[in-house]
């Protein structure tokens, strides 16, 4: 009898997990270093936590919390002595990670505390185009200041990380609001069911894609959309309605500078106390802003701007891309906000009983990468391979070794082909490694004491326009012969060479 043999298991990855490779890495990497660049040069520290927390100090803010698992990835830690497992989740985003290490370390920090971090996070949600279980962001947070001048700041160091990434005022955008505005509005019209609050919210949250008379109905009865799917309504009094919609009004108007935008929500009236105050504290976030000299096509005042329901206390802000995107199919499609944040002073008072003022900003790094690529912004991202030392006889293997070493030396990025392919062969390799050259070192050119250096970017962008084959033979394009001694400053004369996709 004969053990049962194994089946295979099939080569996948699991859902909403994706593998990247050169491309897409050196993309994330570079955004992640030119914006960390600009946290830094403001004053913001960088920060790491691990990628797990305690499930519980992930709170409220867990999506659909009523279990450890819901919205997050979480294992049971082992027992402990008392013969309790704690749930551990992988961090759902970096705000939270924050608030807990500010309330366990707040007595040793200096006050306030800035600071900026980046890295993968993850999210049990169903997965989608475009749309992962894990992705990569970049934050950076103000803890411990109520000033709407750390508004402003947080906002005026997000444009300049979107200039950073390559995005001037006409690509990017960053509007902001204030959630005491809606706060007030529905305090002030009676409105105080938590239900019918989050209903007119949703609703108001989708004027870019409904327009007014879509935002009207779901403020209303409720909305059939095109699919015959019924949407139950808020049904809000009408003069809440009528205010929300010269709320609206305001925020369709792109010329308005942002003072006049606060003009125009004052002059809709029905904000009560509370959304005076918010008015407040945008007009004061405006005049820091213009301290600052940010531009007022850069940041906008866009009172539909409702974001995080659950989680930001004040002052909300949104990136918006406005370049224009296609798919891989190259049909139009929009990417909408690639960032946003805001001001959150209950997060940490989960942790401390005490309510401590706090105000940041996220960048989607994953997303932003895949935005710019869409827009056909991604050209600089292409991958530049090693330098490929070609191999011919293992007898001369000691030229071969010394050449790739002299290279790396020199701070060339070098590999010496190790497989057991001839010479097309090991051509084919570098073009597909991305090889800005090939070192050639056959028994000729180390019996002259030359070195044939073959530039595949040039020979590529030749080769587009000698249609012949036989006068590709004749000119052999991007192709040097040299004297062996100045093999490093002729391949460097390739590699520091601009390099564009041919």
């Known amino acids: 009898m004969t053990d049962a043999v194994s089946p295979r298991p099939e080569a996948r990855s699991p859902r909403g997990f994706a593998d990247r490779r050169g491309r897409d890495l050196i993309a994330e990497r570079r955004l992640v270093r030119r914006v960390s660049a600009v946290y830094e040069r403001w004053g913001f520290e960088p920060l790491d936590t691990g990628a797990f927390e305690y499930a519980d100090a992930l709170g409220k803010f867990l999506p659909d919390a009523d279990r450890p698992n819901e919205g997050v990835f979480a294992l049971q830690d082992d027992p402990d002595e008392a013969g309790n497992g704690e749930w551990m989740a992988l961090r759902y985003d970096l705000t939270a990670p924050l608030a807990r290490f500010a309330a366990q370390n707040w007595e040793t920090l200096p006050k306030p505390f800035r600071r900026y971090a980046f890295g993968p996070v993850w999210r049990n949600e169903k997965p989608g185009p475009g749309r992962f279980r894990e992705f990569v962001q970049c934050d950076a947070d103000t803890v411990g200041s109520d000033r709407p001048e750390a508004d402003a700041e947080i906002i005026a160091m997000a444009c300049e990380g979107l200039q950073a990434a390559g995005l001037s005022p ?95 929500v004052a002059r809709a009236g029905g904000l009560g106390a509370v959304g005076e105050a918010a008015l407040e504290e945008l007009a004061a976030i405006d005049r820091a802003l213009n301290a600052m000299k940010v531009d007022q096509s850069a940041v906008r005042f866009d009172p539909t701007i409702v974001r995080g329901l659950e989680y930001y206390t004040g002052a909300v802000f949104e990136a918006e891309l406005l370049l224009q995107t296609t798919d891989d199919k190259g049909r139009a499609v929009r990417f909408g906000s690639i960032g946003g944040g805001g001001r959150y002073d209950d997060l940490v008072a989960r942790f401390t009983g005490e309510r401590l003022p706090a105000t940041g900003f996220s960048f989607g790094v994953s997303r932003l990468a895949s935005a710019l690529r869409a827009a056909g912004r991604d050209s600089a991202d292409a991958v530049r391979g090693p330098v490929v030392v070609i191999v011919f006889s293992e007898a001369d293997m000691q030229h071969y070794l010394d050449a790739v070493a002299e290279l790396r030396n020199a701070g060339v990025a070098a590999e010496l082909y190790l497989g057991r392919a001839g010479m097309k062969a090991q051509m084919k390799y570098a073009d597909r490694r991305g090889a800005p050259a090939v070192v050639i070192l056959g028994g000729d050119e180390i019996a002259a004491g030359q070195v044939t250096v073959k530039d595949l970017d040039a020979g590529r962008a030749l080769a587009a326009g000698i249609a012949d084959n036989e006068a590709w033979k004749t000119e052999r394009p991007g192709q040097v012969v040299a004297s062996r001694g100045d093999l490093v400053a002729t391949v460097r004369r390739i590699v520091d060479r601009p390099h564009t996709d041919a």
Request: no cysteine; net charge negative.
């Open 170 to 264: 006409d690509q990017a955008v960053l509007r902001v609001s204030n959630r005491k505005l809606f706060d007030g509005l529905f305090e002030a019209g009676g409105v105080t069911d938590p239900v019918q609050r989050l209903t007119a919210l949703r609703a108001i949250d989708k004027f870019d894609r409904l327009g007014w008379e879509g935002v009207a109905a779901l403020l209303g009865e409720g909305r059939l959309d095109e699919s015959g799917d019924y949407t139950k309504g808020a049904n809000l009094p009408l003069g809440v309605a009528a205010t929300i919609e010269a709320f609206l009004a305001s925020a369709g108007d792109a010329a308005l500078s942002r003072a006049a935008t606060l003009e125009a």
